[in-house]
Protein backbone atom coordinates (compact mmCIF):
# COMPACT_ATOMS: atom_id res chain seq x y z
CA UNK A 1 0.00 0.00 0.00
CA UNK A 2 1.86 3.43 -1.21
CA UNK A 3 0.36 6.57 0.18
CA UNK A 4 2.05 9.35 -2.27
CA UNK A 5 0.80 12.08 0.30
CA UNK A 6 2.64 11.11 2.66
CA UNK A 7 6.05 13.69 3.47
CA UNK A 8 9.02 11.81 3.16
CA UNK A 9 12.15 11.26 5.23
CA UNK A 10 13.96 13.98 2.78
CA UNK A 11 11.14 16.29 3.58
CA UNK A 12 12.04 16.10 7.22
CA UNK A 13 15.86 15.82 6.87
CA UNK A 14 16.20 19.92 6.18
CA UNK A 15 17.07 22.74 8.05
CA UNK A 16 14.78 23.37 11.26
CA UNK A 17 13.27 26.90 10.31
CA UNK A 18 12.92 25.29 6.51
CA UNK A 19 10.51 22.25 8.34
CA UNK A 20 9.09 24.29 10.20
CA UNK A 21 7.78 26.79 7.76
CA UNK A 22 6.88 24.45 5.37
CA UNK A 23 4.91 22.35 7.81
CA UNK A 24 2.35 25.12 8.09
CA UNK A 25 -0.75 24.00 6.08
CA UNK A 26 0.17 20.21 5.82
CA UNK A 27 -2.41 17.64 7.50
CA UNK A 28 -1.72 15.75 10.79
CA UNK A 29 -2.77 12.53 10.44
CA UNK A 30 -3.44 10.62 13.42
CA UNK A 31 -5.19 6.89 13.25
CA UNK A 32 -6.97 4.74 16.01
CA UNK A 33 -8.64 1.53 15.65
CA UNK A 34 -8.98 2.14 11.43
CA UNK A 35 -10.59 5.86 12.19
CA UNK A 36 -9.27 8.52 10.55
CA UNK A 37 -8.51 11.55 12.10
CA UNK A 38 -7.19 14.71 10.83
CA UNK A 39 -6.15 18.62 11.27
CA UNK A 40 -4.55 21.23 8.82
CA UNK A 41 -1.04 22.40 10.99
CA UNK A 42 -1.22 26.17 11.19
CA UNK A 43 1.19 26.67 13.99
CA UNK A 44 4.62 25.68 14.59
CA UNK A 45 7.83 26.14 16.35
CA UNK A 46 11.63 25.80 15.74
CA UNK A 47 14.17 24.16 18.50
CA UNK A 48 17.72 23.90 16.86
CA UNK A 49 20.18 21.63 18.26
CA UNK A 50 22.65 21.80 21.93
CA UNK A 51 23.52 25.84 20.87
CA UNK A 52 19.38 26.66 21.17
CA UNK A 53 18.90 27.26 25.14
CA UNK A 54 15.32 26.94 24.40
CA UNK A 55 15.66 23.18 23.21
CA UNK A 56 15.85 19.77 24.99
CA UNK A 57 18.49 19.20 23.53
CA UNK A 58 20.80 22.37 25.18
CA UNK A 59 22.10 19.93 28.29
CA UNK A 60 23.24 17.26 25.62
CA UNK A 61 21.15 14.11 25.27
CA UNK A 62 19.59 12.07 27.99
CA UNK A 63 16.80 9.53 27.91
CA UNK A 64 14.23 11.92 27.39
CA UNK A 65 15.70 13.46 24.85
CA UNK A 66 17.27 10.58 22.51
CA UNK A 67 14.78 10.60 19.64
CA UNK A 68 15.76 14.07 19.04
CA UNK A 69 19.40 12.79 17.79
CA UNK A 70 18.00 10.34 15.58
CA UNK A 71 17.38 11.09 11.75
CA UNK A 72 14.57 13.28 10.84
CA UNK A 73 11.07 12.17 10.18
CA UNK A 74 10.32 10.27 13.95
CA UNK A 75 8.04 11.64 16.28
CA UNK A 76 9.46 13.15 19.42
CA UNK A 77 7.08 12.92 22.15
CA UNK A 78 7.18 14.20 26.03
CA UNK A 79 5.36 15.54 29.14
CA UNK A 80 5.47 18.81 30.63
CA UNK A 81 3.79 20.81 33.35
CA UNK A 82 2.73 17.47 34.68
CA UNK A 83 0.02 17.19 32.51
CA UNK A 84 0.42 17.63 29.05
CA UNK A 85 2.00 15.67 26.18
CA UNK A 86 3.82 17.14 23.22
CA UNK A 87 3.98 16.64 20.14
CA UNK A 88 7.30 17.42 17.68
CA UNK A 89 8.54 16.24 14.45
CA UNK A 90 12.33 15.25 14.75
CA UNK A 91 14.57 16.94 11.91
CA UNK A 92 17.96 17.09 10.45
CA UNK A 93 20.52 14.59 10.22
CA UNK A 94 21.94 12.21 12.64
CA UNK A 95 23.46 13.43 15.89
CA UNK A 96 21.59 16.72 15.47
CA UNK A 97 19.12 17.21 18.06
CA UNK A 98 16.88 19.62 16.33
CA UNK A 99 12.68 19.13 15.92
CA UNK A 100 9.74 21.03 15.50
CA UNK A 101 6.68 21.39 17.74
CA UNK A 102 3.23 21.54 16.43
CA UNK A 103 1.57 23.71 18.36
CA UNK A 104 -2.13 24.00 16.62
CA UNK A 105 -4.24 22.84 14.10
CA UNK A 106 -7.68 22.67 12.77
CA UNK A 107 -10.03 19.43 12.49
CA UNK A 108 -10.53 18.69 9.68
CA UNK A 109 -11.47 14.37 10.00
CA UNK A 110 -12.65 12.50 12.52
CA UNK A 111 -14.46 14.82 14.26
CA UNK A 112 -17.09 12.92 16.50
CA UNK A 113 -13.77 11.46 18.56
CA UNK A 114 -12.13 14.56 18.35
CA UNK A 115 -15.60 16.06 20.40
CA UNK A 116 -15.73 13.09 22.36
CA UNK A 117 -11.79 13.69 23.76
CA UNK A 118 -12.25 17.69 24.36
CA UNK A 119 -15.73 17.78 25.61
CA UNK A 120 -16.87 20.18 27.15
CA UNK A 121 -14.06 22.60 25.60
CA UNK A 122 -15.78 24.70 22.85
CA UNK A 123 -15.09 23.56 19.48
CA UNK A 124 -12.90 26.46 18.76
CA UNK A 125 -10.43 25.62 21.32
CA UNK A 126 -10.27 22.10 20.76
CA UNK A 127 -6.77 22.19 18.94
CA UNK A 128 -5.96 25.52 19.08
CA UNK A 129 -2.56 24.36 21.65
CA UNK A 130 0.22 21.84 22.05
CA UNK A 131 -1.25 20.21 24.59
CA UNK A 132 -4.99 20.61 23.22
CA UNK A 133 -4.35 19.13 20.19
CA UNK A 134 -2.19 15.74 21.93
CA UNK A 135 -5.56 15.11 23.78
CA UNK A 136 -7.89 15.59 21.01
CA UNK A 137 -5.64 13.29 18.89
CA UNK A 138 -4.88 10.51 21.35
CA UNK A 139 -0.88 11.45 21.42
CA UNK A 140 0.96 9.75 24.30
CA UNK A 141 4.45 8.86 24.72
CA UNK A 142 3.28 5.50 23.11
CA UNK A 143 4.00 7.54 19.40
CA UNK A 144 7.78 8.78 20.88
CA UNK A 145 9.87 7.67 18.44
CA UNK A 146 7.14 6.59 15.93
CA UNK A 147 8.21 6.71 12.26
CA UNK A 148 6.36 9.40 10.36
CA UNK A 149 7.18 8.90 7.11
CA UNK A 150 5.88 4.84 7.35
CA UNK A 151 2.56 3.99 5.90
CA UNK A 152 1.56 1.76 8.48
CA UNK A 153 2.22 4.10 11.38
CA UNK A 154 -0.60 5.50 12.93
CA UNK A 155 0.79 8.99 12.99
CA UNK A 156 1.88 10.90 10.16
CA UNK A 157 1.60 14.12 8.29
CA UNK A 158 0.16 14.68 4.41
CA UNK A 159 0.95 17.33 1.61
CA UNK A 160 -1.06 20.00 1.30
CA UNK A 161 -1.07 23.19 -1.42
CA UNK A 162 1.39 25.77 0.58
CA UNK A 163 0.58 28.28 1.81
CA UNK A 164 1.86 31.24 0.49
CA UNK A 165 4.07 33.51 2.79
CA UNK A 166 2.07 36.64 3.17
CA UNK A 167 -0.49 34.17 4.63
CA UNK A 168 2.07 33.04 7.30
CA UNK A 169 3.21 35.38 10.03
CA UNK A 170 6.79 35.10 12.15
CA UNK A 171 7.14 35.53 15.79
CA UNK A 172 9.65 34.93 18.67
CA UNK A 173 9.06 31.38 20.28
CA UNK A 174 6.15 31.96 23.09
CA UNK A 175 6.00 29.85 26.41
CA UNK A 176 10.14 30.22 27.00
CA UNK A 177 10.20 33.56 29.47
CA UNK A 178 12.93 31.90 31.38
CA UNK A 179 15.29 30.94 28.28
CA UNK A 180 18.15 33.88 27.74
CA UNK A 181 18.85 36.01 25.22
CA UNK A 182 19.20 35.99 21.91
CA UNK A 183 17.44 32.71 22.26
CA UNK A 184 14.29 34.43 23.79
CA UNK A 185 13.64 35.80 20.90
CA UNK A 186 14.50 34.16 17.80
CA UNK A 187 11.92 34.54 15.60
CA UNK A 188 11.33 30.86 15.15
CA UNK A 189 7.47 30.26 15.48
CA UNK A 190 5.39 30.19 12.23
CA UNK A 191 1.53 30.79 12.40
CA UNK A 192 -1.01 30.95 9.80
CA UNK A 193 -4.36 32.77 10.26
CA UNK A 194 -7.31 30.05 10.34
CA UNK A 195 -9.02 31.69 7.86
CA UNK A 196 -6.93 31.00 5.27
CA UNK A 197 -6.76 27.39 5.75
CA UNK A 198 -10.21 27.12 3.71
CA UNK A 199 -8.34 28.22 0.73
CA UNK A 200 -6.08 25.31 0.34
Known amino acids: MINRNILTRGFYQRDTLTVA ?12 DG ?35 GEGGHAYVYFTYGMHWMMNCVTGKLEHPSAVLIRAILPIEGINHIKNNRSPIKEKHWCDGPGKLTKAFGITNELNGVDLCNIKSPLHIEKRAPLIDGWVAITPRIGIDRTPEPWKSKPWRFIAEVSKLKFI
Not at 21 to 32: F, H
Not at 52 to 68: E, F, I, Q
Open 21 to 32: RQLIGKLLVRTI
Open 35 to 69: VRISGIIYETEAYDGETDLACHASSGKTNRNVVMY
